[in-house]
């Protein structure tokens, strides 16, 4: 998502954001009771360490204590930087994201399959808006918070499509394995059952979604690259289109980034430790 030497404070945001996701994820989806998720989640809307006093369960502590470290680390880096707003948007998103999570594990437990649309709305808090908003604020050239706004509140075609492209291709590839593990209705499900489809033909619906969202995210890029009022900075706009590479180089074949050693290992070992002989 950011190659650039110059980018090397927003990649080392990138990689505390995708943590903190990775174990929310987990605790929320498969790892925490629902009344364990009660508390937790009681506690991050105090976001006070005293909370941690009402934790049953010690891996509870751990999972609060991380991520509040995180993200008064990040409060304290922002102010510094001459970027106090960031402080508070960073944590605003993390909440988000908390909620939506929360949100989750509530239809899990009420055994409640939304609509597609519902999904899709809640799913949006847990995917790429989170993921990009938040290590743009390690981007120098983003000194207001003009563009986290705008991509939170008002997404263009361009996050739109890259949010499909998240959302979709890694339901494609997760939601049979999820299902059997027991897990929250993925949008596979959900599609299925708003129109009363087969699980076979939902994922063609879906790859085509994936490949119409890819040519909205390639037109803006192309077409719409000429500064304007609406459009998100060049910079920004980027960062939009590496993050659906990134997804694309993910879950094209398999759940690559929960089966790591299958498939990214590997392209990982091949990138960064072994040389290309020249
Ligand atoms: C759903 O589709 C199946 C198979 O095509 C059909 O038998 C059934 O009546 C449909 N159900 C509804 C609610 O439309």
């Not at 563009?147 to 339901?171: L, S, T, V, Y």
């Not at 590839?173 to 929250?184: D, I, L, N």
């Amino acid at each position: 998502m950011y190659y650039e030497p110059q980018y090397s404070h927003a990649r080392m945001l990138l990689v505390k954001v995708l943590l903190v996701i990775s174990i929310l994820d987990d605790t929320y989806d498969a790892y925490g009771t629902f009344e364990e998720l009660e508390l937790l989640t009681e506690a991050f809307e105090r976001w006070d360490l005293n909370a941690m006093e009402q934790f049953p369960k010690d891996y509870m502590k751990l999972v609060f204590q991380f991520v509040y470290n995180i993200y008064n680390g990040f409060a304290k880096e922002m102010t510094e930087l001459g970027k106090p707003y960031a402080a508070k948007f960073a944590k605003d998103r993390v909440m988000d994201l908390i909620r939506s999570y929360y949100t989750e594990a509530k239809w899990y437990k009420a055994k409640y399959v939304p609509t597609f649309e519902e999904y899709m709305v809640n799913a949006r808090i847990t995917g790429v808006a989170q993921i990009l908003t938040t290590s743009l604020l390690g981007m120098e050239e983003i000194m207001e918070v003009k563009p986290f706004k705008q991509i939170i509140q008002a997404p263009n075609k361009a996050i739109r499509a890259c949010e499909i492209i998240g959302r979709i291709m890694d339901d494609v590839v997760s939601h049979e394995e999820e299902q059997a593990r027991g897990h929250v209705a993925s949008g596979v499900e959900c599609y299925m059952k708003d129109y009363n489809m087969s699980r076979e033909e939902v994922v063609q619906i879906f790859n085509k979604m994936v490949e119409d969202a890819w040519k909205e995210l390639n037109e803006e890029f192309l077409i719409k690259s000429r500064p304007g009022d609406d459009d998100l900075p060049k910079a920004v706009l980027k960062r939009v289109l590496n993050l659906a590479r990134v997804v694309d180089a993910l879950y094209k074949v398999i759940d690559g980034y929960t089966y790591s050693a299958k498939l990214i290992k590997g392209d990982i070992i091949s990138t960064y430790t072994q040389p290309i002989p020249l």
